[in-house]
């Protein structure tokens, strides 16, 4: 009984391979984190590029107002060539604001009488799909980036 009562404090004071049993419990916490940090900065940084391309599309169309389908067309192809993104990701189109009101509408001849403000939408939409939704953590990310530009007003 003594013998193994010593025994049992020799292993007790043993602090060999305490080093292997700490690393194999902070390993797997450390590697997941470290693959989430890299996720989210992913993340950001398609949100920061898509933000930079609609600013890079509000200058363009400030600098050459797109007033005709065609021009529009143009910078249209401008942002796909520039962010990377399909054609459907990428929408460019006209809309209008009455006067003082607060909401756009699709055509002009809806503002009778008042002042018309024409803007250009500049829609981008693009799909993240994270590392983690592979094991069922989570979704696809979604973003969605609009910009209205006034052209011009009359």
Known sequence: ???????????????????????????????????????????????????GA?????????ASPPETNDQRTTLKSVIVASTGLDSDQVTVSEKFRCGSATTYVDSSSTCVGTKVSSYVLIQLNDTYTPAWTQWGFGSPINFNVDRYVMIKQS
């Not at 996720?39 to 898509?50: D, F, K």
């Open 54 to 62: 609609a600013a890079e599309a509000t200058g363009i169309a400030l």
């Open 1 to 51: 009984m003594r013998r193994r009562l010593q025994s049992l404090a020799a292993l007790w004071c043993d602090d060999r391979g305490a080093m292997l049993v700490e690393t194999a419990i902070v390993a797997p916490v450390l590697v997941l984190m470290s693959m989430g940090a890299f996720q989210v900065s992913q993340v950001v940084a398609r949100q920061t590029e898509l933000q």
